[in-house]
């Protein structure tokens, strides 16, 4: 804003009608008759608007309170009870499929007890399992064998060597350790999340019974009329 | 319940279930709240409806009530009533928007012929601005409130007030300029001084 022979805008002069202008633009309303002018009209025109007299009443507004509260809200759980109850239904739904599922796919052979002794079992408790695996000499006793078998079994290196190539060929009888403890970890974590979801789902279903069927029933409210 | 109450006071006492204490309220505001609605809707029959409906929303909503300024609270909810009417006189052009009547109260001593006719004029005046800026002269210039309380009741910043205020004066002044009695009586009632009206006449003359 320049001041001086630059006239204050309308929209300025409008607002200083009501407000005390500061030093520069009363200095310049001193000053400038046009503007000074266009400022006394906003005066009288807010002085004007101030004295326009209130409309008279048609009547008294005052009401009875007690003749409205039937109109008063009707609570939350009257107002989503129909989505309460959906939700409760579904929750319902999906807690029997789950339930079905866990006694389908979980099977009585595969209890935890179980699988946290196969768990606690380390490669170190496997070795006397895999000692007891016959040496050829041992697999051979009271046979008829080979007679290279049989010079193998009368050295006593060529045993001990013949014993490792031996004990290293012949398969275990089951997973190695590490792969069985991936695997039930795992189903340790399927579990978890089953028997999870099994609880929410049974206390979303509680609640939304209680909620939407059971306190609709017991705490019907009087009138669920909204306001207009 | 006495006029010295504070309405935090009767605000309190309502919520416990005084009802004349609520009433006493009601009685307190009913004129502010009716005017303004008048003013805004151009029609006193929408009016009172708005004004009920809003100590009743008001009485009902009581609980929800955490201000400490009930004037500005149960104003603004009359006048997001009277918006929700203008929209719909918007949608439903076959529901005309009239004027404001002028009708004043009986117990209001008899006016000057000239300031009849000023209020006309202002009230003609007023009618024609926007509803958003109608609102805030009808609070400010009007009513008396401060930036601060219209800025609640409208729900805007005390900027967009002081904005629309400016814009709606400037539309006022030229209603009244564009009718020379409107002038004249604006200086008959001592509210423009004769310079300044001489002053309006020039320029009037300069544009012609």
């Not at chain 1, 946290?116 to 380390?122: D, K």
Request: aromatic fraction near 6%.
């Amino acid at each position: 804003m320049t001041l001086g022979t630059d006239h204050l805008s309308d929209e300025q002069l409008a607002l200083l009608a009501t407000e005390v202008p500061e030093p520069p633009l009363a200095a310049h309303l001193e000053s400038c008759p046009d503007c000074r002018a266009r400022w006394q009209e906003y005066q009288a025109l807010v002085s004007a608007l101030r004295t326009l007299p209130r409309p008279a009443l048609p009547r008294d507004f005052v009401f009875d309170p007690q003749s409205v509260v039937r109109l008063r809200s009707a609570p939350w759980w009257w107002r989503y009870r129909f989505p309460i109850r959906v939700a409760t239904l579904l929750a319902a739904t999906f807690l029997v499929l789950l339930v079905t599922s866990a006694l389908v796919l979980v099977p009585p052979s595969t209890q935890p007890n179980e699988r946290v002794t196969g768990v606690a079992r380390s490669p170190a408790a496997a070795v006397p399992t895999m000692h007891a695996t016959p040496t050829l000499a041992e697999a051979g006793a009271g046979e008829e064998v080979a007679p290279a078998v049989q010079a193998l079994a009368a050295s006593p290196a060529a045993a001990t060597e013949g014993t490792t190539t031996a004990q290293t060929t012949v398969p275990p009888s089951s997973l190695p350790p590490e792969e069985h403890e991936t695997s039930l970890r795992l189903g340790a974590a399927g579990r978890f999340v089953l028997y999870g979801a099994i609880a929410v789902l049974t206390i979303v279903t509680v609640l939304g019974l209680v909620i939407g069927f059971l306190l609709p029933l017991v705490r019907r409210p009087q009138q669920s009329t909204h306001l207009p | 319940m006495g006029t010295s109450d504070t309405d935090a006071s009767l605000v309190a006492a309502a919520r416990s279930g005084d009802q004349a204490a609520f009433a006493a309220l009601v009685q307190r505001y009913q004129g502010l709240v009716f005017a303004v609605c008048v003013r805004l809707l151009g029609d006193r029959d929408a009016a009172e409806d708005i004004v009920q409906e809003a100590f009743i929303r008001a009485y009902l909503s009581l609980d929800r009530f955490r201000g400490t300024n009930f004037r500005s609270w149960v104003l603004r909810i009359a006048h997001n009533a009277a918006l929700d009417h203008l929209r719909a006189a918007r949608r439903h052009p076959h529901l005309p928007l009239e004027r404001a009547p002028e009708q004043r109260s009986q117990s209001e001593p008899a006016l000057q012929v000239e300031q009849h006719g000023l209020i006309a004029a202002l009230e003609t005046a007023l009618a024609a601005l926007p509803p958003e800026q109608r609102a805030v002269v009808v609070l400010v210039d009007v009513e008396g409130l401060a930036y601060e309380e219209a800025a609640e009741v409208l729900g805007i910043p005390v900027g967009t007030v002081k904005s629309r205020l400016a814009r709606a004066r400037v539309r006022l002044r030229a209603s009244l300029e564009a009718d020379p009695r409107a002038r004249e009586l604006l200086v008959l009632t001592g509210r423009l001084p004769h310079d300044v009206e001489s002053a309006g006449h020039e320029r009037a003359s300069d544009a012609e």
